[in-house]
């Protein structure tokens, strides 16, 4: 049995998971974090800040904000929890102290928790190799008109698997409305769109003189990314060696 506790627990991902553990026997939901607190009718305990649970716990799931991480890392590094942390939008600097945290406690991150962007990260791995340096590429992410950072921390992942395979380090351009000048060659565009009920989308353009390669991934539900979650915490409840873990210490490509 896993005691999990879920971080963000009233938002769209958190209530998902919350589903999904619910019918899972291998699962106990032991409470929630949310800025929040107690919202509706719910099986477990709500709470506004970490600090507040006083119960046992093997593992956190976190999809909330990154202004919860400060709080999260110290209720991890305080109780040796292990963390999954699925939240996207995180500053350098927030960067850097989930990497220090996870020299003492398994941290698993990813901005991307579904089996389908894992495996469209490699391909856009070898497109890059194969391809060469002959075409453009370009990053269009989509999402629901709720979501509040851009461009997704899903598209910044596929511009840094293109970066690892390009022999030249590419410069990332998020607005070409600023200036007005030719694309330069070593650019990686990546554009934002936010509308309706759009679960996910990220689409990767090989734009070359003669020819143009499209790789695309589209979430149908919220479901893929919770999933990918919960295998991410069964995994970590089971690990005790400090570390940061990603989905590719999940599945073999
Ligand atoms: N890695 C992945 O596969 C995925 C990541 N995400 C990311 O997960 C995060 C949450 O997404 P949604 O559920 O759609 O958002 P949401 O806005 O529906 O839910 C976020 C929840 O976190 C709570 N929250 C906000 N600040 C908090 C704080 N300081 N402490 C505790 N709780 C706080 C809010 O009250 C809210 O209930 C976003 O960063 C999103 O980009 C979303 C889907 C998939
Ligand atoms: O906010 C979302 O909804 C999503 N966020 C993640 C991201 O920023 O990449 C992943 C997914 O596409 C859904």
Do not use: W
């Not at 963390?83 to 991307?112: H, K």
């Amino acid at each position: 049995m896993v005691r999990l506790i879920i971080s963000g627990c009233n938002g769209r991902m958190g209530r998902v998971v919350e589903t999904i553990c619910s019918a899972d026997p291998e699962f106990e939901i032991v409470a929630g974090f949310d800025l929040l607190g107690a919202a509706g009718d719910r099986d477990f305990p709500i709470y506004s800040s970490p600090s507040e649970f006083q119960g046992q716990a093997d593992v956190v799931v976190d999809f909330s904000s990154p202004a919860a991480l400060d709080a999260l890392l110290e209720f991890g590094l305080q109780r040796r929890l292990p963390l999954v942390l699925a939240t996207t939008g995180y500053s350098e600097q927030q960067l850097l102290d989930i990497d220090r945290a996870a020299g003492a406690i398994p941290i698993f991150r990813s901005a991307n928790m579904s089996l389908g962007v894992n495996v469209l990260l490699q391909l856009v791995r070898s497109a890059v190799r194969a391809l060469g340096e002959g075409f453009d590429l370009e990053i269009v992410e989509r999402h629901h008109n709720k979501k509040v950072d851009a461009p997704s921390g899903t598209a910044l992942m596929l511009a840094d698997a293109a970066a690892e395979a390009l022999p030249y380090t590419p410069e990332y351009v998020f607005d070409r409305q600023a200036v007005r000048k030719p694309r330069g060659k070593t650019e990686i565009g990546i554009s934002s769109v936010r509308g309706g009920g759009i679960v996910g989308d990220h689409e990767v353009i090989f734009a070359g003189r003669d020819e143009v390669i499209e790789l695309r991934h589209t979430a149908l539900s919220r479901d893929v990314f919770a999933s990918g979650a919960i295998r991410a915490a069964k995994f970590l409840a089971g690990i005790t060696a400090p570390g940061l873990y990603t989905m590719s210490d999940l599945i073999s490509l």
